[in-house]
């Protein structure tokens, strides 16, 4: 049995910011959408990107290796 995407992304994501309940995870075919809470951005980017690409890892090393999943962060633009 394979774990759902989703639900190990909002897991691992949880686990890692400060305001565990305002994390949203939404899943749009191939792609597993992450959003956070305003400021929370960088922690789950991490250093040079990090932490995502570490989360990506598992969850493609996790879930089914046919299917090709891309987890992204949903973050707001910023305007200039």
Not at 2 to 31: C, F, K, W
Not at 40 to 54: D, F, P, S, T, Y
């Amino acid at each position: 049995m394979t774990p759902d995407p989703a639900e190990l992304s909002l897991y691992l994501a949880q686990s890692i910011v400060e305001q565990p309940t305002q994390v949203r995870v939404s899943r749009r075919g191939p792609n597993v959408l992450v959003r956070v809470a305003p400021g929370e951005e960088g922690r789950l980017i991490g250093r040079q990107g990090r932490v995502i690409q570490a989360i990506r890892t598992l969850i493609r090393a996790a879930c089914d290796p046919s299917e090709r999943l891309n987890v992204d962060l949903d973050a707001p633009r910023k305007e200039r």
